[in-house]
């Protein structure tokens, strides 16, 4: 891959006024269509860019708009009734027949990436269509070819034969800069960055709000917007099991009922859901909305949500939970906001918009040249091992040694090349995770991305549901980790100690190892149970041993028994231990005595445990009995 460290895009900067669409804005500055060979940011949701190349009208020519989900094709062909969806549904036949249709001039084709690969190309050969000569390529909502390879590598499939077509533009209201790894590509094919600037504040209120307890502050906020009257309050979560969770709890607590709320989520994800009881789950975008309707990652883009009413927005991360629930400030906070299309009479297309995020505990982040050379070496040992592959006559040895080298997330989908787009998602995600590495890491990426006015609220929980959950999900070792971790954060919070030691009962031993040992040499034993557990009892020890002789002490046991002391009466042993341990538990002093079987214990209470305080007359006569002659002074004195 060539260095392009000196490299840049030409950047060519056009405005747009407010409320002109982007088809008025391109032409006053000379574009009559969308311009080829462009990364097209247009800032702004809802601009119509693709409505521009979809309209025959407004774009005179055969388009092809890969759109990065179905869900997008289907909400595009509602608009455009002689546009061709192409998506696992729509065969062969029917876009054959389509394209075949000589009563329509100006062929327009959405289709998703797969349809691209599968059909589109496949049709056009057949036809003896030259595409990349007769159709304009426009790639929709261009960031999800470099965020979404990493669970779904067909996505990035289309961009080796996009760069074929003699017109093609990419373009979104977030779309990615490229790396270094995608930056050739742009630059061979003479690419330039095309920002199209608001000549107006187009900035939108937003509050953020960190948590510790994840799902009870989103219970929470739901409760609050009904409870105030919101028409329809529209969830926007990565995940169909946290969102079964959302909505689960809503109904336990009453909140909603049963036909209050709707999913929007993959048909796959929808069936899931539905035998789950959550019936009201779909993988259409179908009005009216209800009063709680939650939308996984696939309806952030491209669809068009026109309501009646101003609706309320929650955008959800929780990472601790499921890993891939990250937002991207930079890009999907904006997308899910712009789903709304409609601008009411007073200016708003919401009531409200709120990010609720939970902070991951001690997130690790890899630096970009950690990154490099993780690919670097990767890519030396792939291209080593096919060299030598090519050479032998039995490849199978090869073929096994690649298997175990860490590839796939940097092969393109039929595993015969890298995929610059996978490589490239690879920082994408190391970049998006450092954004959480704290509350205000993640304030500051939202003020600094301009498009938001942040209503800043972190809650001040020190230890919530979340860092429980974590512990709780973790294996032994790294749940004691955790346990060290969140205590080295709470340091003297009594309330959050108490709250983990309630928690975590079977933990006990290590949280009060951290308070009497310290971190350092938990991590020294490498949090060896029986190696901290031993050191524990030693250093309680000692401290019963200063506790037994401390001034405190000796008065409390000098007046628990000052009326028994030197009267000539003899009291049962057991009543004077019973007495005696009363004054242990209240100087925070554990015990065992003969026959409990208690191990680990600070002392022993026992009839020789009595004489370090009195001189003393035992007695076995009609029971074990003991008389207190007088208490040793001399113990307060030296004191």
Request: proline share 3%; hydrophobic share 35%; charged share 30%.
């Amino acid at each position: 891959m060539n260095d392009t460290k000196h490299k840049t895009l030409e950047v060519e900067v056009l405005n747009i006024h407010k409320g002109e669409y982007l088809s008025e804005a391109l032409k006053r500055q000379g574009y009559h269509m969308l311009p080829s060979n462009a990364i097209i940011n247009k800032v702004m949701t809802g601009t119509g860019a693709t409505y521009m190349e979809l309209n025959p009208k407004l774009s005179p020519r055969n388009s092809i708009v890969i759109e990065p989900f179905k869900s997008a094709v289907e909400n595009k062909v509602q608009v455009f009734n002689e546009a061709q969806g192409v998506f696992k549904e729509v065969s062969v036949r029917q876009l054959t027949a389509y394209l075949k249709n000589s009563s329509i001039k100006h062929k327009k084709i959405i289709t998703t990436p797969e349809g691209f690969q599968g059909k589109v190309l496949q049709v056009a050969k057949q036809l003896r269509i030259n595409i990349y000569k007769e159709y304009f390529c426009l790639s929709d909502e261009s960031e999800h070819i470099t965020e979404d390879t990493g669970y779904r590598r067909s996505i990035s499939a289309p961009m080796r034969e996009f760069f074929k077509f003699e017109r093609k533009a990419l373009v979104s209201a977030t779309p990615l800069k490229p790396s270094k790894y995608t930056l050739t590509l742009f630059l061979r094919h003479q690419f330039k960055w095309v920002e199209i600037k608001p000549d107006y504040d187009y900035r939108e209120d937003m509050t953020l709000i960190t948590t510790r307890s994840f799902y009870s502050r989103v219970k929470q906020e739901v409760k609050r917007l009904l409870d105030n009257g919101s028409s329809h309050v529209c969830i926007f979560y990565k995940t169909t099991e946290g969102i079964n969770n959302i909505v689960e709890s809503l109904l336990h607590d009453g909140i909603i009922t049963k036909d209050d709320y709707k999913v929007f989520c993959s048909k796959d994800s929808a069936d899931k859901l539905k035998s789950r009881f959550l019936e009201h789950s779909t993988d259409k975008l179908e009005l009216p909305l209800r009063k709680v309707n939650l939308f996984t990652s696939r309806f952030f883009p491209s669809i068009d949500i026109n309501l009646k009413e101003l609706c309320d927005v929650l955008i959800l991360s929780n990472y601790d939970h499921v890993q891939h629930t990250l937002i991207n400030p930079f890009t999907e906070a904006i997308q899910c906001q712009g789903r709304f299309r409609h601008v009411f009479p007073n200016g708003k297309r919401y009531n409200s918009l709120t990010v609720i995020a939970s902070i991951p505990n001690e997130l690790k982040v890899k630096s970009e040249e950690e990154i490099y050379k993780d690919i670097d070496a990767r890519i030396k040992s792939y291209r080593a091992v096919q060299k030598e592959k090519l050479k032998a006559d039995d490849s199978t040895y090869y073929d096994k040694e690649l298997k175990r080298l860490r590839l796939n997330e940097v092969l393109n989908s039929e595993r015969n090349g890298f995929d610059r787009f996978a490589i490239e998602q690879l920082l994408l995600d190391e970049q998006v995770k450092g954004y959480y590495l704290s509350s205000d890491a993640l304030r500051q990426a939202y003020e600094d991305m301009g498009y938001f006015n942040v209503d800043f609220q972190p809650e001040e929980e020190v230890v919530g549901e979340d860092d429980i959950y974590r512990i709780k999900a973790a294996k032994t070792k790294e749940k004691w980790q955790s346990i060290v971790s969140v205590l080295s954060n709470v340091k003297e919070d009594e309330t959050a100690v108490q709250l983990l030691k309630a928690k975590c009962l079977e933990e006990e031993w290590l949280i009060n190892a951290f308070f009497k040992l310290g971190q350092e040499v938990i991590e020294q034993q490498k949090y060896s149970k029986t190696a901290i557990k031993k050191l524990l009892l030693r250093a309680e020890q000692v401290e019963a041993e200063q506790k037994l002789k401390s001034r405190e002490f000796l008065l409390d046991m000098k007046s628990e028994f000052e009326t028994d002391t030197g009267n000539d009466s003899y009291l049962p042993l057991n009543d004077v231990l019973g007495r005696i341990s009363y004054l242990l538990e209240c100087h925070g002093i554990t015990y065992s005595r003969y026959g409990d079987g208690k191990k680990g214990t600070m002392c022993k209470l026992s009839a020789p445990f009595i004489e370090e305080y009195f001189d003393s007359t035992p007695s076995n006569r009609n029971g074990a009995k003991i008389k207190l002659d007088r208490f040793k002074n001399e113990l307060l004195e030296q004191e």
